[in-house]
């Protein structure tokens, strides 16, 4: 198995090449000319990145952002019909995950916006599943992890390793979840929605962090607000969307990008189901005129 250091120096040299996927924006223009859904998000100037995931093959993942923070998808992940355009299908894998390098560009800043569609099949069987995050088990590298809370159930043929039941104790499976690391080492924050995100349909999802207030939306509309004065941890900790695990044990040896053998290959945090059009941007976002069911 190549170390954590190379196979992420090897990605961080692919994603420099960029990719002919079918991105009107992105990677290369839409196939054939074809143009985009007009409910399709378009980088406008806070985008730092946008991961349409319209790719109908391969295992790259195009950001029509300024940067081209290109992920790759792990083997267990395939396209499918989105919400626009096409999405990535995650699955009960270890290997069901995108995978974007660390870069400058993804950190928080001063304020910052994620947002996505999700169509989830189901909710976890342990604490949550990420949609996405930068949240890693290495001491000092979580900054932050957006997820919708699993059933935690406590008991179960395969025990979870029980990497994020401080953070959902007593929550109501289904409600979405934003975790961060503040810079002044005081614990993990944790905030919650009021409702569920609804199984097999797609639905609207984002949180906003102005330094001052935590602002989770759900299609649209603002769910639920919390008072949290300050700044997000800066780390050197990937992205990984629809899954988490440890990133030391990725590696490219075999050619596709995978969990390495001396992994626990067990599936605990994958996310089943549909993520379309992920977005992060360099400011907290006010509205989503876009976003409806």
């Given at each position: 198995?190549?170390?954590?250091?190379?196979?992420?120096?090897?990605?961080?040299?692919?994603?420099?090449?960029?990719?002919?996927?079918?991105?009107?924006?992105?990677g290369?223009?839409?196939?054939?000319?074809?143009?985009?859904?007009?409910?399709?998000?378009e980088?406008?100037?806070?985008?730092?990145?946008?991961w349409?995931?319209?790719?109908?093959?391969?295992?790259?993942?195009?950001?029509?952002?300024?940067?081209?923070?290109?992920?790759?998808?792990?083997?267990?992940t395939?396209?499918?019909?989105?919400?626009i355009?096409?999405?990535?299908s995650?699955?009960?894998?270890?290997?069901?995950?995108?995978?974007?390098?660390?870069?400058p560009?993804?950190?928080?800043?001063?304020?910052?916006?994620?947002?996505?569609?999700?169509?989830?099949?189901t909710?976890?069987?342990?604490?949550?599943?990420?949609?996405?995050?930068?949240?890693?088990?290495?001491?000092?590298?979580?900054a932050?992890?957006?997820?919708?809370?699993?059933?935690?159930q406590?008991?179960?043929?395969?025990?979870?390793?029980?990497?994020?039941?401080?953070?959902?104790?007593?929550?109501?499976?289904?409600?979405?979840?934003?975790?961060?690391?503040?810079?002044?080492?005081?614990?993990?924050?944790?905030?919650?929605s009021?409702?569920?995100?609804?199984?097999?349909?797609?639905?609207?999802?984002?949180?906003?962090?102005?330094?001052?207030?935590?602002?989770?939306?759900?299609?649209?509309?603002?769910?639920?607000?919390?008072?949290?004065?300050?700044?997000?941890?800066?780390?050197?900790?990937?992205?990984?969307?629809?899954?988490?695990?440890?990133?030391?044990?990725?590696?490219?040896?075999?050619?596709?990008?995978?969990?390495?053998?001396?992994?626990?290959?067990?599936?605990?945090?994958?996310?089943?189901?549909l993520?379309d059009?992920?977005?992060?941007?360099?400011?907290?976002?006010?509205?989503?005129?876009?976003?409806?069911?």
């Open positions: 198995m190549s170390s954590p250091k190379t196979a992420a120096q090897a990605l961080l040299a692919v994603a420099l090449l960029g990719c002919g996927c079918a991105h009107g924006g992105g290369g223009g839409a196939s054939g000319g074809a143009s985009r859904d007009s409910r399709a998000l980088p406008d100037s806070v985008t730092s990145a946008l349409r995931m319209d790719e109908a093959v391969g295992l790259k993942v195009a950001d029509a952002g300024p940067f081209r923070l290109e992920g790759t998808a792990g083997v267990d395939r396209s499918d019909y989105g919400r355009g096409r999405a990535r995650f699955t009960a894998s270890i290997n069901s995950f995108v995978f974007v390098p660390y870069n560009v993804l950190e928080a800043g001063d304020a910052f916006t994620i947002e996505a569609w999700v169509d989830p099949s909710y976890g069987q342990y604490e949550d599943t990420p949609i996405a995050s930068r949240f890693s088990p290495e001491a000092l590298q979580s932050w992890l957006f997820s919708i809370v699993g059933k935690n406590a008991y179960s043929t395969q025990p979870s390793p029980g990497e994020h039941v401080a953070l959902i104790q007593g929550v109501a499976a289904g409600k979405l979840m934003f975790a961060f690391a503040p810079d002044d080492a005081t614990p993990t924050r944790v905030y919650f009021t409702r569920p995100i609804e199984l097999d349909r797609w639905t609207h999802v984002a949180v906003t962090y102005d330094g001052r207030v935590v602002r989770l939306f759900i299609d649209g509309q603002l769910d639920a607000q919390y008072a949290s004065p300050g700044k997000v941890r800066r780390t050197d900790a990937p992205l990984v969307i629809g899954n988490y695990f440890d990133p030391r044990y990725l590696t490219n040896f075999s050619g596709d990008l995978k969990m390495g053998p001396t992994a626990d290959q067990y599936p605990y945090y994958a996310f089943v189901g993520i059009d992920l977005r992060i941007s360099s400011a907290a976002r006010t509205g989503f005129p876009y976003a409806r069911p």
